[in-house]
């Protein structure tokens, strides 16, 4: 059963259609959040060209997320990060039979509305692009297309999820091939689910309506929320993951996927790190095979990685004063 906590039944975004004799609904949360259920133990990859969308596929990932350039050289680029082509967008679509997302930037309803125009699968407003509002995000309720949003705690990723996010990525630190920053938000938003589901189990309402405060969320959102004891989208990690070791990792913490990005294409052993990967992430409880995975690739083939705590810009903080 797909929890349905914070939906809004009739909103903008379902669209009834008729085919033939049949009525068609679109756009609903069920069909928004079973499309993210669909992904769950799988690997989503960053790319930026057909070929790249290729590899991810026939390595085994469940789908591909389209930018204009992979995290780690926007980080090097500065300037402006925006949406990818979408000539570039529809040649991947057409090139790969896995679902295809791409990224808009956080706040930038247009730019949304022109990835929903090309029917793209999944939207991703994006804290690696350049925001075009820094306190708010767009409300997803009127969009027919699923997005995905990242949090770096309970309280953003319930806030996206009432604004509509179908799915979350907890935020790591794109681009640096260093997974501590996706490690520290996971078991941050593990830490705040047994906290309100222990005040859930006790039954102290009033202790509840104080978390749904400190968390900025409706006690609505946060009641339900407490009674599955989880979060009520799919949750996957995203930010640093470079290796195989990493994605199991995460995945041994509660997340339903990965999202992985330059630590695939920004290593000089791209396909064999890839396929890895995505056999880490599918026998994530199995240490033997995870281990095999791991020989698979050669470290010394990494992107390089990043030191987060030298950051002059990071990216995770996009996007969290609302």
Not at 4 to 27: A, F, H, Q
Not at 85 to 95: C, E, P
Not at 204 to 220: N, P
Request: glycine residues 8%.
């Amino acid at each position: 059963m797909i929890p349905l906590s914070g939906d809004i039944p009739n909103s903008k975004g379902v669209i009834t259609e008729k085919i033939g004799s049949y009525s068609v609904r679109r756009g609903t949360s069920t069909l928004k959040r079973g499309l993210a259920h669909m992904l769950k133990n799988g690997v989503v990859m960053d790319v930026t060209t057909v070929e790249q969308a290729r590899i991810a596929e026939e390595a085994g990932a469940v789908s591909v997320m389209v930018l204009d350039k992979l995290p780690s050289d926007v980080r090097k680029a500065g300037g402006v990060a925006r949406t990818a082509s979408i000539r570039v967008i529809q040649d991947i679509m057409d090139a790969v039979t896995i679902p295809v997302m791409a990224k808009c930037r956080i706040g930038h309803e247009y730019e949304a509305k022109v990835l929903q125009e090309a029917d793209v699968d999944m939207i991703d407003e994006s804290e690696v692009l350049t925001p075009a509002d820094e306190f708010h995000h767009i409300w997803k309720w009127d969009f027919t297309t699923p997005f995905v949003n990242g949090a770096r705690n309970l309280g953003e990723a319930l806030r996206r999820i009432e604004e509509g996010a179908a799915m979350i990525r907890t935020k790591g630190e794109p681009g640096t091939g260093n997974v501590a920053e996706a490690v520290i938000h996971i078991k941050k938003v593990n830490e705040q689910l047994r906290k309100i589901k222990s005040i859930y189990d006790s039954g102290d309402k009033q202790e509840l309506i104080q978390m749904a405060r400190e968390l900025k969320v409706s006690y609505s959102m946060v009641e339900e929320t407490a009674s599955i004891g989880r979060l009520p989208v799919v949750n996957f990690a995203a930010g640093g993951i470079s290796t195989p070791a990493d994605s199991a990792y995460l995945m041994s913490l509660g997340c339903d996927g990965v999202f992985v990005g330059s630590g695939v294409f920004k290593a000089e052993d791209a396909k064999e790190r890839a396929r890895a990967i995505v056999l880490a992430t599918t026998f994530w409880d199995e240490p033997d095979k995870v281990k095999e995975a791991q020989k698979m690739i050669d470290e010394r083939h990494s992107i390089l990685g990043l030191d987060v705590k030298n950051l002059e810009l990071k990216m995770q903080e996009r996007g969290s004063m609302s």
